[in-house]
Every structure is written in C-alpha cells, then in structure tokens.
C-alpha cells in the first residue's frame, strides 16, 4: 500500500519557480546624508524638527548612513540571496526644488546603487516616491495642489531616462493612503496637516499623479513592468450588528476602497463620495478625463500588509467591552466613526499591531475577485519586535521568524486560492527611521547600531536566506534553529 500523499503542512510550502524572494526600504528612512551632493530639504526633514511631531526629536539626517554605506548594504543583499531590491528614490536628490533640471549627483548615486545591483544579479524595483516630497512643493500647497501631480510626472520623466535601462520595474507611489491621510488627514505624518477636506483632495491628486506617471513611463521604458504600492487591510465587524458591519464597511471605504476603485474601476466609490461631500476641497477637484488617467491599465499591484483591523461603531464602545475588546486604539478620524478594536490574546508586535496572517489570505483573495487579476507583489510584509543584541553578539529575533514564516504560509494559501501572487519583499532589510516613531521601532532583518552605522544580521536574515535558497518555508512548527 502506498503511502498518502504529504500535505504542505507536513512537507512544507514550495514557491512556484521564478518567485521573486526580495527585500525593501525606502529613501528618507536610511539613506541619511540628508544634505550631500546637492539634496533639497523634503517635508519630512521640516516635520522631524517639529517640536513633538518625531519620538525623542529623530530625524532622517544620518539614519542608516546608507548613502555612504552602500556597497556593505549591496553585500548584505548578497549575502541574503534576494532575487529583488525595492528601494525608492528621493524626489529631493534629483530636483532639489521639486522642479527643474536634474541635479547630476543625485542621480549618480541612483546609477551606482542600480549598477551595483545588476553586477550582483539583483533586479533593481524602483519606488518612485516614498513620502519624501520637496519642501519646496508643499510651500506650494504639497499635494493638496493639483499642480504638483504634473511636477511628479516631470521628476518621474526624468528618472526614466536616467536609469531606465536597468530598472526591472517601477512602482509609481508606495501607499498614497498614508501621504494623503496621515500627511493632511491626521497630521501624523508630514507634512502634519489635521483637514479632511484637503485630505480627500491630496488622494486625488496623489492618484492623478500615478496616473501621469504611468504615461511617462509607458513612453520612456515601453517594456518595463509598472505598477502602484498600496497598504491595504481587512476590517473585520467585532460584532454581527447591522452598526459595526457598516462601520467596518466604512474602514474598508476610506483605507482600501478609495484606491482600488479608481484604479481598477475608473471610479471613487459612492459611498465614500457621499461621506466627504461636505469637505472643501475634497473630491470637487476632480475633473473630466482625471479617472480615465488614474485608471490607466498596470502590469502587477504591490501590496502592503501588516495586520488586520477589528472595526465597532464608534457609538459602541459600551458594547466592545462587554463583547471582551480591550481598549480601543485611539481613533484617528473621527468623520469615520469607527473603534479599531484589540482581539482579547491576540500577539501584537511592537508597534501594537495585531498578528494575524489569515488577513493576508483573504485580503488576496478580495483583490482578485473585486478588483484584478493583475500579477502581485508582496512589496512589504514584516515586523518590528523589541529585538536586542544578547551577550554572544547575536540577534535572536525568532519571533520575527515566526510572523515571517506565517505571513509566506498566507502567501501559499492565496497561490493555492489562484491568487497571481510572484513575489514577497520583507520589509525591511534594515532598522530604519519609522517615521513619527522615530528609530523606536525595528522592523529590519538585519541590526543597525545607529551610533555607529555597524550592521548585524539577525536571526531572521539567515532564517530567510534559507526560504530564499529553498525557495520554501518548512512545515508550520518546523522553523530551523531553536524556535520560540
Ligand atoms: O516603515 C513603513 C514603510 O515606510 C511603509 N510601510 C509600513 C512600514 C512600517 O510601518
């Protein structure tokens, strides 16, 4: 008799050939030398120095010293086996005003970091804008202001040219939720504004920039793969109330469906139109042709996912303790009227985000049916945990290999469901600035000592070096050297 055949519970998760295993960062968050060779100031650099806006008053001026350290970062990358580097470039390096002719040692760098790459066999993923806009365009009204889209498509000209013989692919924004809602939503993020109305606004702008920028790139790299980053999440109702599920479904409305449907349908969605209809400016500043732009076909979708969100009516929060939530997170827009609630025992990482992997999954799954079919790229999935260096020298993050390790089987699960899933970056390669919170929080599978620049690869580099050389993750509970 022979015997069963083994499940990839039992005989691990294989990736379909070809899967493209990477690791990502962005500009402002390590590349420090905020003012060599001719950078312009960006609006995190005046942010940062805002009294209270950064925990302890960081600030991105050395970070990881990147700009000076790169050939030791290419060599860690090396080291990894990564098939991909996603990376962005800094608008400031190359137009230090936001506007006008390129500033030549900017672009050096890029070149030097892209050449270095290719001489390695890694495939250059370049992020066109990670947050870091020109101080000198948000004097101008940032992206509240219709113009600065058409600014964004000149900057993005010129990178192409630049470099876009050896880029493998371009993603226009990474998350242009958190640029328009914690950027003029909240003000958690720079450039700090706290208004609504010109929140709405900076999404469509931001939109309308994407979608300028996929035509600047359809002409100057006609073969290069384009697509947009966007941090997507699932809400979860904390309770069957017809009050919660409609909460729930406005979470969803402002997070994710206010991208994906412009996107991929051509339209914002009603809802959501209606929910900001009394905000000035809000969405009055779209204009005839505007969704049809945004709307332009792309070659694959970059997702972000960290954790799942469970949502309660804000007018609940009676409810929510006796249906056993613990505190709720604290809400960052009242207009929305949501509690964001904790999962009593649920582990959280350090950021105090829920660890739950079986979002990724259904948020895939959602992609596809709702929205496209489109090829997709996990363009970050990580954690940050209270890591430090033990007496023997090491990093022995295994927590961060246990959520890494369930967030790949997440990954298998969708590919299972035929989801296109054909490639996962780990965010992030280093410890990094992280943003308001400053170098509080690491994220990187590799240690930084920030005092010193000195990198240490932590347990879950090598831990991932090996799901790269197998192009596997083993069976759950089966997680190489001396787990949890
Ligand atoms: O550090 C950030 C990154 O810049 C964008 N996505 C989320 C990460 C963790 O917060």
Redesign the pocket.
Known sequence: MSAAPLSPAEAGYHFPPGFLWGTAT?AY?IEGAASADGRGPSIWDTFSRRPGAVWNGDTGDIACDHYHRVDEDLELMTRLGVRSYRFSVAWPRIQPDGRGPANQRGLDFYRRLVEGLRARDIEPTLTLY??DLPQALEDQGGWTARDTAERFADYVAVVSRALGADVARWITL??PW?SAWLGYGSGRHAPGVADIGRAAAATHHLLLGHGRAVEVLRAAVPSAPVGITL?LGVHRPGTPDPLDVAAARRADGNLNRLFLEPIFHGRYPEDMLQHYRDDEPGFSVVRDGDLDQIAAPLDFLGV?Y?FPDTIMDAGRSHEARVAGYGVPLGEQFPDLRVLSLETPGSDTTS?GWEVDASGLTELLVRIKSEYTDLPILIT?N?A?FDDYVDPNGRVLDHERETYLHEHLVAVHDALDAGVRVIGYFV??LLD?F??SLGYS?R?GIVWVDFPTGARLPKASYDWYADVIARNAVDKMGDLGEGPR
């Open positions: 962005a968050q990670h947050w990474n998350e958190c941090n972000n960290y950021m970050e990580g940050a965010w992030s990094n992280e943003w929080r994220f």
